[in-house]
């Protein structure tokens, strides 16, 4: 927190009517629906895998059937696991030059991390004014654009991998059912597990992502009003990992976070929060 920052809210303070700490402060949401929107991003590029895939069942079909039929297996330099491997190598490329590429990638991240603050700016700008009637401290905040920088540059890594991993295991099963000699159905089945895996972890990325995100801004705009601690609330429900339930009501410092478990929201898809530690604001009011 800089001098003037913190000479602004003590002056605010000794202007407004409020001389004790607030008695119960208000929970701060999750930005539920940046949340969405990352996973409506990870999920196209999964669709689009989907779709390329789709259009490979013929050339599955008929591999898949010559195998069978010849009962000889798929090696590695057979024709048929050489004829689906070129088929994968041009969803690739179509996928790099399309759905993939990093300009486009960079500007969805940017836009969606642009929206999580907008959401934090605007939870924690009605926490203050109806705990300490002050308003949030605005104004530019080099730490603010180096986080959404950091945000977009990583997540455009993570979408990227998601939709490569997808085609990773698609090529992995397809080449294990030639070798198996499996039906055409069978592959099928397994390729649609493969699917659900593919989705289940956008969703924990969506998850991880905006929570850790939504966790950063809110330690920047709380220590730049002053507030260095908090209280770890956690989602109070059967969800609720055990380390994380005995968290609940204990008060710890930004700077040093709760050891291994650092930050609320920090953790791989953690729902906790920070109540902020308001009473140091008074002293001496």
């Not at 195998?67 to 490329?93: H, M, T, W």
């Not at 905006?210 to 609330?233: A, F």
Request: net charge positive.
């Amino acid at each position: 927190m800089s001098q003037s920052d913190r000479l602004r809210v003590r002056k605010l303070l000794a202007e407004s009517r409020r001389r004790l700490p607030p008695k119960r402060i208000p929970r701060q949401r999750h930005p539920s629906g940046a949340e969405l929107r990352y996973r409506a991003r990870m999920v196209q590029v999964l669709d689009e895998v989907n779709a390329e895939v789709a259009s490979l069942a013929p050339l599955i079909d008929r591999l898949a059937t010559q195998i069978v039929q010849s009962n000889e297996g798929a090696r590695s330099d057979a024709s048929p696991a050489a004829e689906f491997l070129g088929a994968i190598s041009q969803i690739r490329k179509r996928m790099n030059s399309r759905i993939l590429s990093a300009p486009a990638l960079r500007r969805a991240a940017r836009e969606i991390a642009a929206n999580v603050d907008r959401f934090n700016r605007g939870e924690l700008e009605g926490l203050f004014k109806r705990t300490l009637g002050i308003p949030l401290t605005t104004g530019k905040d080099l730490s603010i654009d180096r986080l959404i920088a950091s945000f977009a540059n990583e997540n455009v890594a993570l979408i990227k991998d998601l939709g490569k991993s997808a085609l990773d295991r698609v090529q992995t099963t397809v080449l294990d059912g030639f070798a198996r000699g499996r039906t055409t159905r069978d592959i099928a089945k397994d390729l649609a597990e493969q699917r659900g895996i593919s989705k289940r972890r956008a969703a924990l990325i969506a998850r991880d992502q905006i929570g850790t995100l939504n966790s950063e801004l809110t330690q920047v705009r709380h220590v730049r009003m002053g507030v260095t601690s908090y209280v770890w609330r956690t989602a109070g429900d059967e969800r609720v990992r055990d380390e994380h339930a005995a968290l609940e009501g204990r008060v710890f410092t930004w700077a040093q976070g709760a050891g291994s478990e650092g930050n609320p929201g920090e953790p791989i898809a953690c729902r906790c929060e920070a109540e902020p530690v308001l009473d140091p604001l008074f002293e001496g009011l």
